[in-house]
């Protein structure tokens, strides 16, 4: 689950959503993992100041991805499906009335 403020540069930075607080990691190559547990308004609060007036984007599972649908959070989506079927799998709009919560579909 990754509200990512995965900058690009010198110093990236990802935040993850999680229900156990833990200390950041650094990985090889500088890319620190911040470990917010506060909520999905804090992970994106803290990615979007990471961003730096760039683009947050958003990664997880299908819970998280609902949680900020459902809070009206997600500007864009952008979905890539990729032809493989690993078991039943989650439906990631199950429960979502996408018109009702103001969001509409282009095509690109």
């Known amino acids: 689950?990754?509200?990512?403020?995965?900058?690009?540069?010198?110093?990236?930075?990802?935040?993850?959503?999680?229900?156990h607080p833990r200390a950041p990691i650094t990985m090889d190559g500088s890319t620190t993992f911040?470990?917010?547990?506060?909520?999905i308004h804090a992970a994106l609060k803290r990615a979007t100041e990471a961003a730096n007036g760039r683009d947050v984007r958003l990664g997880g599972g299908v819970a998280t991805i609902q949680q900020y649908l459902r809070a009206g959070l997600v500007d864009e989506m952008h979905l890539?499906?990729?032809?493989?079927?690993l078991g039943s799998g989650e439906h990631l709009f199950a429960g979502l009335d996408a018109v009702e919560l103001g969001y509409r579909s282009i095509w690109h």
């Open 1 to 19: 689950m990754i509200p990512s403020g995965c900058r690009r540069g010198p110093k990236p930075r990802c935040f993850v959503l999680t229900n």
């Open 34 to 39: 911040h470990f917010v547990s506060e909520g």
């Open 80 to 85: 890539a499906i990729a032809p493989t079927l």
